[in-house]
């Protein structure tokens, strides 16, 4: 048997978040407040360090990661700095944060530890309605302030801009909002969890992506700003990322239920996706015999949809189910996921239509 290596892990520290994004995953796994505590993750850890793999990465998230920040601290010093870690040399992830907690104590660490932050940041003032605190008030002044309060005491901050049907009319105001701001790290992607993109919207969209692009082409120094779907070296690997930090089979997920499954949402599932991704309730129970049936399963070809696509990313989908399950745990309906490819399709035309 082809033994199975494993180089990616995710921790999700808690379910605790400060916002009600209109687009999370996990509202309805907020309403209990969840959270690991250190010998959970400590126990985690070890388990796949020593797991066959050469190449070793962990990613923290939450919820919002920063509300944690002492958990958060506690196990990077332990990833960094314990012997029984610290021979890997095992590399930690680039937090993402919803940008609204940022104080001089987190940026003294950032800076100890070489680790940076990326914000999640849709745009100006009104584009960012979706990302309101959960008294209905709007998050962008706070988050506007942080990232500005990070850059000048720390280093550039990346930016991750999510695409979203309703606010994909006024993406080309959007994305020229946090260039002619200054920012020069900007990735920026389409919505896909429980979303739906109708003909109509995908073409309004484009009609916005073209715009950008050949505004792309006048910049001085663009390489900072990732255009999703193109030619760009990795960019593939860069737009996967954004989307899901790998694909079924390929890394273990320690939630903050305690449990650990083979992807990051398989919690929200129904339950036989939910079992199939489950791998066990700590890393003594945990059934290595599931990582293979993972990697063979191809969700494109349970839907009876095309599975050779020449393009890397879509047929990368295949193995992605958090891409195609709603917020109720349920598949999205198939011509939703037609919808989305056909717009990672346009999307990568458009670029090559520019030469880029």
Known sequence: MKTIELYKAQIFLSNRCNLACAYCYFKEQKQVSQKLNFNQIKDFI????????????????GGEPLLEFELAKRTIEFLRHDPVVSPR??????????????TNEIICFLKKENLKLNFSLDGDLKSNLN????DNTDSFSVVWKNIFFYKENYTEPTIFMTIS???AKGFYKNIRFLIDSGFQNISI?????STQWPKDTINVFLKEYRKFLKYYLLLKKPAGISI????????????????????????????????IYGCPLAPCFKDQFKQFCFLGENPRTIDCKKFQPMRDYNLLKELGLKTNYKHTFINQLAR???????????LIPIDDLKNFINLILQMHQEARNIGI
């Open 165 to 167: 049907p309703n606010n």
């Open 320 to 330: 992605m189910m958090c891409l195609c399950f709603n917020k109720d745990g349920n």
């Open 189 to 193: 992607a389409p919505e896909m969890l």
């Open 228 to 259: 999703p779907f193109s030619k760009q070296p990795k960019m593939d690997d860069r737009i996967t990322s954004f989307f899901c930090p790998d694909h079924l089979g390929d890394q273990a997920v320690l939630h903050f239920d305690g449990n």
């Open 131 to 134: 990302r309101k605190f959960k």
């Open 46 to 61: 070890i388990w796949f360090i020593n797991f066959p793999g050469e190449y070793k990465e962990v990613e923290l998230i």
């Open 89 to 102: 040399k095992v590399f930690i992830s680039d937090i993402t944060t919803n940008g609204t907690i940022i």
